[in-house]
């Protein structure tokens, strides 16, 4: 990739949730910055040029098994 995106802004990462979750888990950067990861803990999505992708047939299922918090 040879452009330099803009990192995410917070705020922006705010408005965004998990297309996967019943309940609006937020999302956070990976440390790479090139994907979002629930805090569900069970989908990646990819970054594309900075640009979220928050489709599910786009997500990585990380762990099926994880439990979203506050869900018994
Ligand atoms: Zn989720």
Redesign the pocket.
Known sequence: MSSNPQPLEPWFLELLA?P??EQR?PLTLSESSDALL?K?G??SFPVRDGIPVLLLEEATLINADAK?EGVA
């Open positions: 998990c996967g979750c888990h629930c569900c069970r989908y979203p």
